[in-house]
């Protein structure tokens, strides 16, 4: 399937330019999410400035974590592709890692009680928008209201991105990961 809409192409906006030069690696090509969202200067200059990439309350690992599981759930291979290329090795996933976050139920013992409950929060908000009181209990002992706030609304900001690459067809990077590669 071809991409329902034509990605913006250069000469960029000097505002698109710039945010497109603060994201990607030099020399690196943008990627065609950002190009395809540069269509609408507006909204990309507000998902740009909602980025969650920097570093926050939670470990990198934990935030590839949520990102890995909440586009893979909601089938963006785009968006996982590409978090599977530049973070997984980064984020210490390996194979098995990935293919468990990928097909995997959230209790697998190849990860850590903490990180099973960061599973098992994207997986409730991915099935019932929301988290029960036994889930909610655990992750209050685990984690700070800081980390549980950012957490929530990493889920729900690749829910979007998913949404968008789902949506609009975009075609996958050449370097990014593919599902088939870790199918069970």
Known sequence: MSA?????????????????????????????????LARNPRVFQRVMASGLLDPGSISLRERELIIDRTTSRCGSEYEWGVHIAFFAERAGLGDAAIATVLHGAPDDPI??????????????????????????????????????????????????????????????????????????
């Open 4 to 36: 329902r809409i034509a990605p913006e192409t250069p000469p960029f906006a000097e505002d698109i330019e710039a945010a497109l030069a603060r994201i990607m690696p030099p020399g690196a090509p943008p990627l065609v999410l950002f190009t395809t």
């Open 111 to 184: 990860f850590t009680p903490r990180e099973q409950l960061i599973l098992r929060l994207v997986d409730a908000l991915h099935e019932t928008n929301a988290i029960d009181d036994a889930l909610w209990r655990p992750l209050k002992a685990e984690f700070s209201d800081e980390q549980l706030i950012e957490m929530v609304v990493l889920t729900g900001f690749y829910h979007t991105i998913s949404f968008v690459t789902n949506a609009f067809a975009i075609p996958l990077e050449e370097n990014a990961a593919r599902f088939a590669a870790y199918r069970r």
